[in-house]
C-alpha cells in the first residue's frame, strides 16, 4: 500500500508542475503578444515585464528540477 501512496504522490505533484509550467509558459506568450506598440507608438512595458516574470518562473523551475535530480549538486 506504501508504494501506490508514494506513486500517487509523484503522479499528483509531476502533473501539478507541468501544469504550472505549462500555465506560465502559455501566459509569457500572451503577454509578450500583447506587450507591442499602442496606436500613439508608445510601448507598453508592462504585458513584456509580466512576460519576463512568467519566463523567468518557467526557467527557476526548471533549474530547480534539474538541481534535485542531479545528485551531484547536493
Known amino acids: 500500500m506504501q508504494e501506490f501512496i508514494n506513486f500517487a504522490t ?3 505533484v509531476a502533473v501539478c508542475v507541468a ?3 505549462s500555465t ?3 501566459s509569457g506568450l500572451r503577454l509578450w503578444a500583447a ?4 496606436r500613439e507608438g508608445y510601448a507598453r ?3 513584456r515585464v509580466g512576460s519576463v516574470i512568467c519566463f523567468a518562473g ?3 523551475i526548471v533549474l530547480f528540477a ?3 535530480m ?3 549538486f547536493h
Open 58 to 60: 518557467c526557467v527557476f
Open 24 to 26: 506560465l509558459y502559455a
Open 45 to 47: 512595458i508592462m504585458p
Open 19 to 21: 501544469g504550472m509550467i
Open 70 to 72: 542531479i545528485p551531484i
Open 10 to 12: 509523484v503522479l499528483v
Open 66 to 68: 534539474l538541481w534535485l
Open 35 to 38: 506587450g507591442g506598440l499602442d
